[in-house]
């Protein structure tokens, strides 16, 4: 079997998401392995976010903005 | 860059990624698993194509700890000190005030950011991981040097010094 990954992306509201939301309208496709989380800015990160995300053991951390 | 909603927000996220990056480090995840990276709202495509990139590169790389050659237990124990570190005030302010100071310079330029962290960050970040980690190794009962450098992938003389200042502590 094939190892597919868990990927867990924060989206900004203001541009990543609303150019996920966009590629979706569009009708492109990308590879269903990430989980999203919306938040209001990329600024908004804290390191432990990311640290908590590999500690329930995803594989890869996207931050998009 | 500079298009932010919030005016600077993004560039206050490249603070936040390179201290990540550290952390990885120091845990001994390869930081190539974390990545960011900037499409406006406009762009679809650029996000499929991020993102694609991304999951097609976690995928040639393996599970998580796989291809960094550590064996989940290990690997958690290190995040668990990893994540305590995070909620840890104290590293919290030095972090937010370096993030501060950075701003104040205006000088976001990846160089920049990684020598300031590099400096007044990262001895803190490798401190306070090891000595959470050792003093839960040493609280187990007496550990060989082997082992504990094998727990927390600090070298010798980091874990010499960290058991130097606990002896220390403990005395008082």
Redesign the interface.
């Known amino acids: 079997m094939?190892?597919?990954?868990r990927?867990l992306?924060f989206l900004?509201?203001?541009?990543?998401y609303?150019?996920?939301?966009?590629?979706g309208?569009?009708r492109?496709?990308?590879?269903p392995?990430?989980r999203v989380i919306r938040i209001m800015?990329?600024?908004?990160?804290?390191?432990?976010f990311?640290?908590?995300a590999?500690?329930v053991?995803?594989?890869?951390?996207?931050?998009?903005? | 860059m500079g298009?932010?909603?919030?005016q600077?927000?993004?560039?206050?996220?490249l603070v936040?990624?390179e201290?990540?990056r550290r952390?990885?480090d120091t845990?001994g995840?390869n930081r190539e698993?974390?990545?960011?990276?900037?499409?406006?709202?406009?762009?679809?495509?650029?996000?499929?194509k991020?993102?694609?990139e991304?999951?097609e590169?976690?995928?040639t790389?393996?599970?998580?700890g796989e291809a960094e050659g550590l064996d989940?237990e290990t690997l958690?124990f290190r995040?668990?000190a990893?994540?305590n570190?995070?909620?840890n005030m104290q590293f919290r302010a030095q972090?937010g005030n370096l993030a501060k100071e950075i701003k104040k310079l205006g000088d976001y330029s990846p160089e920049n950011i990684s020598q300031a962290i590099e400096k007044k960050l990262v001895p803190q970040i490798r401190k306070r991981i090891f000595e959470a980690e050792l003093k839960e190794l040493i609280a187990q009962g007496p550990q060989a040097v082997e082992v504990l450098r094998e727990k927390t992938g600090a070298t010798e003389e980091e874990i010499g010094a960290i058991l130097e200042t606990l002896k220390k502590k403990e005395k008082k």
């Open positions: 094939q190892f597919e990954p990927i992306s900004c509201n203001w541009c990543c609303a150019a996920a939301d966009s590629a309208v569009a492109f496709s990308y590879p392995n990430n800015c990329t600024g908004r990160m804290d390191p432990q990311v640290v908590e590999f500690y053991r995803a594989d890869g951390v996207f931050v998009g903005g | 298009e932010c909603h919030y600077s927000g993004n560039y206050e996220a936040m990624a201290t990540v952390i990885l845990v995840i698993r974390f990545t960011i990276d900037w499409a406006s709202a406009a762009e679809g495509p650029r996000f499929v991020l993102l694609t991304f999951t590169k976690i995928k790389m393996g599970p998580l989940w958690k995040l668990e990893a994540r570190l995070c909620k972090y």
